[in-house]
DNA sequence: GTCTATAACCCGATAGAC
DNA sequence: GTCTATCGGGTTATAGAC
């Protein structure tokens, strides 16, 4: 079956880019996991990095059946929902005993000169994100001061996050991270009580 | 000359890395920018990780010459050297259009798998961060609260730049970068207005 | 310590039968 | 649409003369 085949490539890739990252994961790596051969690869894909098109497009229509949905799930307080997002995060870091955090944030810092289209596919899934966050905040409406931008305080939450995971993942402990959750949340709560 | 060829090799593969990375640097780059030959170094370095382990020792130790001292250059005031310091980071974006940022953090998380070596001296760089803003926190006394851990601020810093960093290479603007710091700014102003 | 040549390997991508 | 075999090129590392 087509359609078949080429999601299994893309789901392959997806595991292994966020495993190994993009240029160390091999088209035999792929081809290997999704249990496919080359000339099927080849016959869906012009390249390796149309493979990564694929995989980052998914991520990014991912966004809110993927990763906030689960993440939300019982959770209706806006301003809860950006810490339940982080803690979603943390759970993936520890599970996986700090190796592999975001794959966005891995792939966009591996790639230090990506083509046009990788790179736009990458901004538009951190765009999303925090577009996401910012509704949080939207939501939150006068528990936040009026004079904090809403966009810049869900750009914040995602830097404090990517920054986290960074550091978890190189000291193979979630301490950083807790850390930066932990100052983001008493930066919050602050702007609540005296907003 | 024995050390002066080393010594190119280490400066060559660090302007290398920061530029396009660990792994998509080949030895024949760092022989090229170097103008040494494949003999001189594997008389020198075992292999090309050794080579890695070389330029993140020159980091670490080059924390203070290479970093805090030019970043501070004329700065006293403790909380105004944290601020110093991201601007010297955001002087560094803006000045190669954003497309080169930490290059602890890209090799960080360029590296999924990092031997045990190469992961405790990225550790130890982070480390060495940490420390250096900590020192300033402790160094502000009273003007902070006594309740907000200082370790706890300054990996809060540190990830707020490696983010923002991240975020700013992938739009290239240093847009999400500005965000985040105005954001850690107003957390501090805040914490020093209400202490 | 420095040089050149090359070994041994892995990579992405292709050709062409089925 | 799927399969196998393979091409051409780049990789790290080594051998051995000087």
New binding site residues.
Partial sequence: ??A???ERIVFAAMGLFARKGY?S?????ILHDAG?????????F????DVLLAVLDMYLHGIRPMLLQPAWNGVTDPIERVFALLEHYRDYLTRTECTYGCPIGSIALELHEPDPPVRALLAANFDGWISAIETCFIEAGDRLPSDVDRRDLATFALTTMEGGVMLSRTDRTPVAFDRSVRMLRHYIDRLQADR
Avoid: R
């Fill in positions: 079956m087509s078949d085949t080429k240029a994961t091999s088209v035999a790596d496919v051969n080359a000339g099927s690869l080849y016959h869906f012009p390249g390796k990095q």
